[in-house]
């Protein structure tokens, strides 16, 4: 059996959770309206039209969720800040949400929980959005001026930023497939998105080398492991092209100031320019990666679809998510950055949604114990051979608003009684705080 112990010394052990997912107090103290607050709020965007409104209250509860992290015994947690709050129109300071942060991040401190912060996880100030939102070039230059600020206010007490979560979905889920805010449905659109976030995430990590002396910085990406889905020559070829589109994508650039020739490929097919001066704001050397990783991804070859290429359900078994489970890709991926990108990596989501019932004050999830130790022992494999991984987060510290699944789906280790807003500790939880002392 694992165990902590097998970790290197410094290893770090968190849960992970982001603003809009469980903050709540959606119209308090300042905070102004977020693409996702109105996403939310169109009918037919998310499962029973649920919203962020209230959520997990956290932002009334931190000190009890703090509290709980402490019994868990986890060494560090992932947040993110949300931009609306801090700056309601997307540029001026609202003191109040200022004020939270720091609160969260003393409370963090005194109970010995190193804070790792993400400045951008998917709720875009609206005001920003009526401004063209990640379309307008000028959205690099606003997050400039917010990273600048955060740095600022916590870069004193908080050594660790992350300046973006997943640019893959804030681009192709929100601009190409619509299932994310805003819900356009544009290709070319989606390709300007992720050109501007890693031209935004550039220009944060140019901030924080001037704001903050000794800290870190890096950018987390969604790395999913592409396979193909049959045996045709085709599918193979369709596969290494998604695994591009995927992954090469959001890192090649931040790394080699390039995009793999594919997206180039595909950059220049809609007439969009790329200039060398973003490339080199872009590449402005980070200090890690951070991974999430939840699942692979079966693509076969499809000259119906106009992509060229159908995603294909595989026979592994699946998470509530409908997500494979397949804990082999976490060493691949971790492998193949380490080789590729030669950068420190945190793993900095995974997880698993769960059948959760909570009964007679229980919740045994079993499922998500052997999901966390199955990619535990991958992680240790990992950096046996030789990947410099550097902690590990779990998604998530509690139930959450998963996005367009409302709250139908449940990652947490802790459980959340929406009507209550009791926190109950699943079994998984139970067993990570044996784990954490081992
Ligand atoms: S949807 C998504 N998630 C979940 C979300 O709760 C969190 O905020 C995100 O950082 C859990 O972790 C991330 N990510 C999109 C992953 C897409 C995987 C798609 C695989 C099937 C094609």
Not at 321 to 328: F, H, L, N, S, V
Request: proline share 5%; hydrophobic share 40%; net charge negative.
């Amino acid at each position: 059996m694992i165990r902590r112990s097998d970790f290197p010394k410094d290893f770090i052990f968190g849960t992970a959770t982001a603003a809009y997912q469980i903050e709540g107090a959606a119209n308090e103290d300042g905070r102004g309206p977020s693409i996702w607050d109105v996403f939310s709020h169109t009918p037919g965007k998310t499962l029973n039209g649920d919203n962020g409104d209230v959520a997990c209250d956290h932002y009334h509860r931190y000190k009890e969720d703090i509290k709980l992290m402490k019994e868990i015994g986890l060494d560090a947690y992932r947040f993110s800040i949300s931009w609306p709050r801090v700056m309601p129109d997307g540029k001026n300071i609202n003191q109040k949400g200022v004020d939270f942060y720091n609160r969260l991040v003393d409370e963090l401190l005194e109970n010995d929980i190193v804070p790792f912060i993400t400045l951008y996880h998917w709720d875009l100030p609206y005001a920003l959005y009526e401004k063209g939102g990640w379309l307008n070039p000028d959205i690099a230059l606003y997050f400039r001026a917010y990273a600048t600020f955060m740095f600022n206010e916590l870069g004193d007490r908080v050594k660790h930023w992350i300046t973006l979560n997943e640019p893959w979905c804030s681009s192709f889920l929100g601009y190409f497939t619509g299932e994310h805010a805003p819900g356009h449905k544009d290709l070319q659109e989606a390709l300007i998105a992720a050109h501007n976030l890693l031209r935004a995430h550039g220009h944060a990590v140019q901030a924080f080398r001037e704001e903050v002396k000794d800290g870190k910085v890096g950018l987390t990406n969604v790395v999913m492991k592409i396979e193909p889905g049959d045996s045709k020559p085709e599918s193979f070829l369709v596969a290494s092209l998604v695994d591009k589109f995927v992954n090469a994508w959001y890192h090649d650039p931040v790394v080699f100031g390039k995009y793999p020739e594919e997206a180039v490929a595909i950059y220049l097919e809609k007439g969009l320019q790329i200039l060398d001066s973003d490339m080199n704001i872009i590449a402005t050397p980070i200090d890690f990666f951070g991974v999430n990783y939840y699942t692979r991804t079966l693509v076969i070859f499809d000259p119906n679809n106009p992509l060229g290429f159908s995603y294909v359900q595989g026979d592994l078994p699946k998470t509530e998510m409908g997500w494979e489970i397949y804990p082999q890709g976490l060493f691949d991926m971790l492998v193949y950055l380490k080789e590729r990108y030669r950068l420190p990596l945190y793993i900095t989501e995974n997880g698993m949604a769960g059948p959760d019932k909570l009964e007679n004050g229980r919740v045994q999830d079993t499922y998500r114990i052997e999901y966390l130790e199955k990619h535990f022992e991958k992680a240790l494999e990992a950096i046996n051979a030789g990947v410099d991984l550097k902690g590990y987060f779990i998604w998530s510290l509690m139930d959450n608003f998963e996005w367009a699944y409302g709250y139908s789906k449940r990652f947490g280790i802790i459980y959340v009684d929406y009507n209550t807003q009791k926190r109950i500790l699943k079994d998984s939880a139970l067993w990570l705080k044996e784990f954490l002392k081992s």
